[in-house]
Nanobody
Framework: QVQLAESGGGLVQAGDSLRLSCAAS????????MGWFRQAPGKEREFVAA????????YYGDSAKGRFTISRDNAKNTVTLQMNQLKPEDTAVYYC???????????????WGQGTQVTVSS
């Protein structure tokens, strides 16, 4: 089992930055690729970003490219999502998730956090 806990969400204005963190516990953190997803009310869960086991490769959804950066610290069992130039359409609940292999499909992830709300006002 892997337990995941997100933090760092909040209410910000358009153009602001926000840094989300996800703390993992349980099994060996570096055994897992980590992803960030988001879900807005009435919408499907959307892939935001992912990072491979040692951080060698990162992947981004179209909405995140050029604005968001995913990183991980295996010594601290954390994965971070730095979000810059936030837009009102970035408003959603953000989830971190763990999978044995990289995927951009949420159904492929085995473990999920409870989510953290990000609200961007115009």
């Amino acid at each position: 089992q892997v337990q995941l806990a997100e933090s760092g969400g909040g209410l910000v204005q358009a153009g602001d930055s926000l840094r989300l963190s996800c703390a993992a516990s349980g099994r060996t953190f570096s055994d897992y690729c980590m992803g960030w997803f988001r879900q807005a009310p009435g919408k499907e869960r959307e892939f935001v970003a992912a990072i491979t086991w040692m951080g060698a490769s990162t992947y981004y959804g179209d909405s995140a490219k050029g604005r968001f950066t995913i990183s991980r610290d295996n010594a601290k069992n954390t994965v971070t999502l730095q979000m810059n130039q936030l837009k009102p359409e970035d408003t959603a609940v953000y989830y971190c998730a763990a999978a044995m292999q990289y995927h951009n499909d949420p159904w492929a992830y085995d473990y999920w956090g409870q989510g953290t709300q990000v609200t961007v006002s115009s």
